[in-house]
Structure formats: structure tokens, C-alpha cells
T-cell receptor, first 116, second 114 residues
């Protein structure tokens, strides 16, 4: 049973560099979500895909952030010109159509970003 | 906007003690409510949920009742075990406008000592 996998698990970068995270959802899930979690806080919603369509974006997702899900399977989250305030855990989650409505998301272990 | 407030941690209990983690919400309309748990080194996972007022969610000995009158969804367990040590997140979901954004509380870290 493969769950949601994220790569890399930890990324250290210098301010101003670009970083990209990948998420592979549970194979039969058509919905995919990105959340961000900073220290001492709960996860905050960033964006949501249904298949390849990006249906919802948070205002937290500035112009430096872009997410894609080109074939409706894996997704990437790119952060351009990273800032120290981008340091956080980036969580990916997936759900099927039915469970997404009821709020049961399946989360990966996250990708931790440290911007120096 | 919607928000979830849960009791500050950390909480340290002895094994077999009674657990309550308070959670209150503010929301437009009537959201669904959830408790998610994050065990050390693992991803968040759904612990229990309730989708309407007076519903009780339960799982692994944990319970929470959706109280509309007090806008609360407190998590309880009668006898905690060391294996319950984790971070617990209360969350709400209002999908009335086609949104699927879960709103999380800050999390409460529970440590259970033998």
C-alpha cells in the first residue's frame, strides 16, 4: 500500500534560489492539495487540484509560487527567488472525489524547506 | 474567515489518565469538523470526524461531539497510552461554496509517560 510520497524530504537553499518539490499522490486519487506548515502552527492551505485542473488557490500563494499537475498524477510546487520567510514544511495530500468532500485527506510526510 | 482554536500544549499525562483537548471553531454556516493526528516521523492522518451538529466521531478510543451551541469539538479519551503520544490538530471544512480548504488549529502536542 503506497501512500502519498514527497521528494525531497529536506531541502536547504540560499535566499534567492529556486526550489521545486514533487508530490506523488495515492494512485487512484483525483484530488491533490498543497499545504504549508510553519513551526508551532497548523497546516495552511495553499492550492488544490482536481485531476490536472488547479481549482483553488490561497492568497498565501504569491506570484513566486507555482504549482502544476500536468497529467493529473504527480504534482510539483516551485518557489522562485526563495526568501527566509518561505522556510516551512510543505505538505501534500490527496483524496478521492468522495472522501475529499468529507475532508478525509491523506497526507505525505512533507518536504522541509530551510532558506539560509 | 473560518478559524479553529485549540488548547495550547504541550500536554503531559501519565498512562491511563483522562484526556481532553479543547477545540472551538468559527465558521460560515455549518462546517464539518475533524481531528487529525501526527505521530512522530509520520504524516498527518485523520483520527475522527463529524459532519453535523450532535454527531459523535470516534476512533481508537477517542471521541469528539459536534456541539453547535458552543461551537466546539473537544477531543476526549478515557485512558491514554504511551502510543497516543503525538500532535493533535482540530480542523474544519466548509465546502458550501465548492471550496475544499481544511482550516487547522495550531496543534496540541501530547506526551504520555509510563
Amino acid at each position: 500500500d503506497t501512500g502519498v510520497s514527497q521528494d525531497p524530504r529536506h531541502k536547504i537553499t540560499k535566499r534567492g534560489q529556486n526550489v521545486t518539490f514533487r508530490c506523488d499522490p495515492i494512485s487512484e486519487h483525483n484530488r491533490l492539495y498543497w499545504y504549508r506548515q510553519t513551526l508551532g502552527q497548523g497546516p495552511e492551505f495553499l492550492t488544490y487540484f482536481q485531476n490536472e485542473a488547479q481549482l483553488e488557490k490561497s492568497r498565501l500563494l504569491s506570484d513566486r509560487f507555482s504549482a502544476e499537475r500536468p497529467k493529473g498524477s504527480f504534482s510539483t510546487l516551485e518557489i522562485q527567488r526563495t526568501e527566509q520567510g518561505d522556510s516551512a514544511m510543505y505538505l501534500c495530500a490527496s483524496s478521492s472525489t468522495g472522501t475529499g468532500v468529507t475532508g478525509e485527506l491523506f497526507f505525505g510526510e512533507g518536504s522541509r524547506l530551510t532558506v539560509l | 474567515g473560518d478559524s479553529v482554536t485549540q488548547m495550547e500544549g504541550p500536554v503531559t499525562l501519565s498512562e491511563e489518565a483522562f484526556l481532553t483537548i479543547n477545540c472551538t471553531y468559527t465558521a460560515t454556516g455549518y462546517p464539518s469538523l475533524f481531528w487529525y493526528v501526527q505521530y512522530p516521523g509520520e504524516g498527518l492522518q485523520l483520527l475522527l470526524k463529524a459532519t453535523k451538529a450532535d454527531d459523535k466521531g470516534s476512533n481508537k478510543g477517542f471521541e469528539a461531539t459536534y456541539r453547535k451551541e458552543t461551537t466546539s469539538f473537544h477531543l476526549e479519551k478515557g485512558s491514554v497510552q504511551v502510543s497516543d503520544s503525538a500532535v493533535y490538530f482540530c480542523a474544519s471544512l466548509y465546502s458550501g461554496a465548492g471550496s475544499y480548504q481544511l482550516t487547522f488549529g495550531k496543534g496540541t502536542k501530547l506526551s504520555v509517560i509510563p
